[in-house]
């Protein structure tokens, strides 16, 4: 580990914090929206040159900080990163800017709340990646419930934001009780490992649990509950259902974070894989067979849907599901390919989601017998949704590319079978994006006001710009966010293979990521 | 001479790409009178065709070494992907002939009548689909192949849809899109399973490690190519997409109909060494080249239009290739495609002529042979129902499943798991009392509400109605229990667990 006195992943944690307490004092001519765009703006700038301090070459937590909390119970704030989270932050941060630009005009009432709230969720999120504590990681886990459910709550769009906001609210919170179960269990094994006072040798900090060897009897009772929690967060099916009935209900800007912010499959590879490591090899067929009818099923029920919003929220499923098959697969190339389309997907459907939100201000409705023809008025918006499309389905020259081929030989050394089921996928992808495509953009336009829409305004179109600009770099240069990533994969999969933590006599090591065929 | 190749694709690239920018961003190009995209087109392509002779030139001349490495693309693990290209042999003359017709028909797009929404769309498809398939044409391994492959399906979509305003059109496009699709996933099996095996994706080392697989490996990647070069080359069952490029307009059909399904049959060219040592693939290659022979020759006949006629007379020329290909004749199938996309393209450039021709002179009768028997004469009309079958086989259950899925998703798991709605009323004001957050719902929310039952009659029999003799046994007997409980809890783990249970709720 390396340490450094400037602390820049605390003040990433604490700069939207503050910038959300002082909304409450916000006054014209610095209004909250103002304050949020500058804070937001601060915190992109603050993680990119974080990203520049990175050392990509070591694969050992850096930046770290560790404040003491509770010294008596060994708990603490610690922040650290690692090659698995580093490209997370940037990303994030950029999502919530895009969101507070996006929504310049359309937040009409209690703008200091609103803005407050956006701006505490960000603060969590960014807790949540930067955290090397299990305690802490629940803490940001939970408290990004508050704004997540008064954003729904207060400020949702749909018939029954109320009841989205509920199911919300208590999806979230029955997720993290297996969680917590699941880190206090590693905590006392770490007491019972070293002998000593219980208090006094309880440990919580990730670099401590990943150091002590976990008993295989345990780590097959630990992995379930971590998988259990993190499968009804990401959503896996058949947890699923809270996404797309907070996508179609939620202010726009909270659908797209929700879609975009993938801080539950983040856990797994952080946690439920890195402190399980036995168990996470011997299970992954579980993994696998999750990720694989999560990507199916949804879609495949993806097609039926009627809704842009639905559909993009069933889409999130989907490719939540295609990113466990690349964790499964427990080789580079697939942990490679999972993390880079999980950046990518927060990118293109955070992005399709604007899109539609900006339809939806326009037009009144994201569905898809209100729309049609919207190519010949808005040719601009129209291009737009077409290459982040093509993002998704991961075309040639987009970050999409690069990601979808990784995670299919990943899958394909690891297991053919699963190969195959993400192939599919793809294909099943094209079949339910471009129906609506056809819907939504191309005929005759159905209605008058489409006639009359205004196309993308200047700021909606800075805002897509950079992630459009980013979507392509990406796709013809793929290597910078790998060499990021290359050495905490391969860190990541050698814990997986380390025998230390195999320790229960007797059990023989699954294999790990090797061909079958 | 060898670094030229890279300008070949990368050209037309860049000019696709300044083209989307001036329509993204607002800037000047966009207009319908503008002729700067029709320059910016028609010089890339140019230049394109220029470089693409030249390196052709050189190949003749022996001035190449044969390949040209750019340097490396993506790198994971034992993956190592490399953006390299040939350039000696059939992919040089080949990208020097699909780019002079790329070329024709950049200038024939700057010359032709497009009203609507202006030729800058078609100008970005046109240069993209040249930079794709010159991509794929000139790539030394699978994934730049594979790069090319894709890139002109999304091109053929656009292309196809060019005119937003035709349904038909877009209709057609998604066909022509998910067909390839389909084939796309063949392809990249292939490429996974080649590199599962072998660690590498060029093409000669595919070639050169041949013998170190086994039969049913060379089959298995052998049989998941096929899929992609059937696929692509509009061969059964995959030959409904052909006939749909005439939906869109000219020279856009030109180009997706006369050049795009010539590059299934140059996949399989460059897969000759798999298919010499892969019996199986190489005998349905051959059964299928010949029943698409067959079936274009056929519906051909039966066509009224020209244009229709002619995308089933190119169907059936390339299962034609396919049959030569399945037989062994690889040199003839190599000039039978170069000759047959020249032939193609310039008839599809021709049509409007041909067209004014035929209403002159009245249009061609149908042969004798389909109409001799009318049960055939029907077949051929309907085009021996490819549609129907591909229909009833595939899109039908895949749309049944979803739809049985997407019930059993709204009606059985969201209803399990609590649906915002569950409290529906006609209206959602009722359904919403204010002062309320939702209601609980779902097999959550009743075992909730369950438990909440339990406790609230319990609360009412011991504390509502005072402490009695039964309410003293009743305490006595869960003092008994909790002493059970304090014990348990006094285990390590478990104490722990309370404590910052404890801890967590204060937060």
Request: aromatic letters at 10%; hydrophobic letters at 55%; proline letters at 6%.
């Amino acid at each position: 580990m390396t340490a450094i006195n400037f602390p820049p992943l605390s003040l990433l944690v604490l700069l939207p914090l503050v910038a959300a307490l002082l909304t409450a004092f916000s006054r014209p001519p610095l209004p909250a929206k103002m304050l949020a765009l500058a804070a937001t703006a601060l915190e992109l700038l603050l993680s990119i040159w974080v990203l520049f301090r990175f050392d990509p070459g070591n694969s050992r937590f850096q930046l770290v900080e560790h404040y003491p909390w509770m010294p008596d119970l060994q708990i603490g704030f610690m922040f650290g990163l690692d090659g698995i989270a580093v490209l997370f932050v940037p990303v994030a941060a950029l999502l919530v800017l895009m969101t507070v630009l996006a929504g310049w005009h359309s937040v009409q009432t209690r703008p200091k709340l609103y803005y407050g709230l956006l701006l505490m969720l960000e603060s969590m999120a960014m807790g949540v990646y930067l955290t090397l504590d299990t305690i802490n990681f629940l803490l940001f886990w939970e408290l990004t419930l508050p704004p997540l459910f008064l954003l729904t709550g207060l400020w949702g769009i749909g018939a029954w934001h109320r009841g989205a906001a509920m199911k919300l609210g208590l999806t979230l919170l029955a997720a993290a009780i297996p969680l917590l179960f699941a880190f206090v269990m590693l905590a006392a094994n770490h007491a019972d490992q070293n002998g000593g006072d219980l208090t006094a040798t309880l440990a919580f900090t990730l670099p401590a649990l990943m150091e002590t060897p976990v008993p295989y009897s345990l780590q097959t009772q630990v992995f379930p509950l971590l998988l259990l929690g993190f499968a009804v967060t990401a959503p896996l099916v058949p947890f699923h259902t809270w996404l797309s009935s907070a996508t179609m209900e939620a202010p726009i800007a909270v659908a797209t974070l929700l879609l975009g912010l993938k801080l539950s499959v983040f856990g797994i590879l952080r946690y439920a894989m890195q402190l399980t490591p036995a168990a996470a090899v011997e299970y992954s067929w579980v993994l696998g067979i999750l990720g694989g009818i999560t990507l199916i099923y949804a879609s495949l029920v993806a097609m039926q849907q009627t809704s842009l919003r639905r559909m993009l929220a069933y889409a999130g499923t989907g490719h939540t599901g295609l990113a466990i098959i690349g964790i499964s697969a427990l080789n580079v190339q697939g942990l490679q390919g999972a993390i880079l389309l999980l950046l990518n997907f927060t990118v293109s459907a955070s992005c399709l989601m604007l899109i539609t939100g900006f339809i939806h201000a326009r037009l009144g409705s994201s569905e898809a017998v209100h729309l049609g023809g919207l190519a010949g008025a808005m040719p601009r918006l129209t291009g737009f949704f077409l290459l982040f499309t093509a993002v998704g389905l991961g075309m040639p020259g987009t970050s999409g590319f690069p990601a979808e081929l990784l995670l299919i030989f990943g899958a394909m050394i690891a297991h053919p079978s699963l190969a195959i089921t993400a192939v599919a996928g793809l294909v099943f992808t094209a079949a339910y994006t471009l129906p609506m495509l056809r819907r939504v953009f191309w005929g005759p336009a159905r209605h008058p006001a489409i006639t009359r829409a205004q196309d993308l305004k200047p700021r909606e179109l800075a805002v897509l710009a950079l992630p459009a600009v980013l979507a392509l770099w990406l796709g013809f240069f793929p290597g910078t966010t790998l060499n990021l990533t290359k050495n905490a994969a391969e860190a990541w999969l050698n814990r997986l293979t380390t025998p230390a933590f195999f320790s229960a006599p007797g059990h023989t090591r699954p294999a790990v990521g090797q061909a079958k065929l | 001479m060898d670094a030229l190749v890279i300008l070949i694709p990368l050209l037309p690239l860049l000019a696709a790409l300044w083209l989307t920018g001036t329509v993204l961003c607002g800037l000047p190009g966009n207009t319908p009178n503008n002729t700067l995209s029709a320059d910016i087109s028609k010089g890339a392509l140019m230049l394109a065709a220029f470089l693409a002779i030249a390196l052709a030139a050189a190949s003749l001349l022996g001035k190449n070494t044969g390949s040209f490495s750019v340097g490396q693309w993506l790198g994971s693990d034992t993956l190592n992907i490399r953006i390299n290209y040939q350039s000696n042999g059939l992919p040089v003359f080949l990208a020097a002939l699909f780019a002079v017709l790329l070329a024709m028909a950049a200038q024939f797009t700057a010359g032709c009548f497009l009203p609507a929404v202006g030729k800058t769309p078609l100008h970005i498809g046109l240069c993209l689909f040249a930079s794709a398939i010159l991509q794929l044409v000139l790539s030394a391994n699978a994934i730049g192949t594979l790069m090319g492959w894709q890139l002109t399906a999304f091109c053929a979509l656009g292309l196809t849809v060019y005119s937003h305003r035709c349904l038909a059109a877009s209709a057609s496009g998604l066909t022509i899109f998910l067909v390839q699709r389909t084939g796309d996933a063949g392809f990249l099996l292939g490429a996974g399973l080649t590199y599962a095996w072998t660690e590498n994706l060029n093409w000669a080392h595919l070639s050169s490690q041949l013998h170190t697989l086994s039969s049913g490996q060379v089959t298995s990647i052998g049989l998941c190519y096929l899929l992609a070069i059937l696929a692509q080359s509009a061969q059964l069952p995959f030959s409904i997409w052909l006939p749909r490029t005439i939906d869109s307009t000219l020279p856009a059909n030109a180009i997706l109909a006369a050049l795009m399904p010539h590059t299934g049959i140059y996949l399989l060219l460059l897969l000759q060494p798999v298919f010499e040592e892969a019996l199986l693939p190489r005998i349905l290659l051959g059964v299928v080249g010949f029943s698409t022979a067959v079936y274009g020759y056929f519906t051909g006949l039966a066509q009224t239009a020209a244009r229709n006629a002619l995308a089933y007379a190119i169907a059936a020329q390339l299962g034609i290739m396919c049959l030569e290909a399945s037989l062994g004749f690889w040199q003839l199938a190599a000039w039978h495609l170069c000759a047959h996309a020249a032939v193609r393209f310039w008839q599809f450039l021709n049509l409007p002529v041909l067209q004014a021709a035929l209403d002159e002179t009245g249009a061609r009768p149908h042969t004798s042979r389909p109409t001799a028997s009318r049960r055939l004469f029907v077949a051929c009309l309907q085009g021996f129902w490819l549609d129907l079958f591909i229909g009833w086989t595939l899109i039908r259950p895949i749309r049944r499943l979803s739809h049985d899925l997407a019930f059993f998703d709204r009606h059985i798991v969201d209803q399990l798991t609590g649906n915002p709605q569950h409290r529906l009323y006609l209206n959602p004001v009722l359904a919403q009392p204010a002062g309320t957050l939702g209601n609980s719902g779902g097999l959550p929310g009743k075992l909730t509400n369950s438990a909440a039952a339990v406790l609230q009659w319990f609360d009412k029999q011991l504390a509502l109605r005072g402490v009695g003799k039964s309410g003293i046994d009743y305490g006595r007997k869960l003092g008994f229990i909790a002493n059970k409980i304090e014990r348990l809890l006094l285990g390590p783990r478990y104490l722990a667990l309370v404590v910052f249970i404890t801890l967590l709720v204060a937060f």
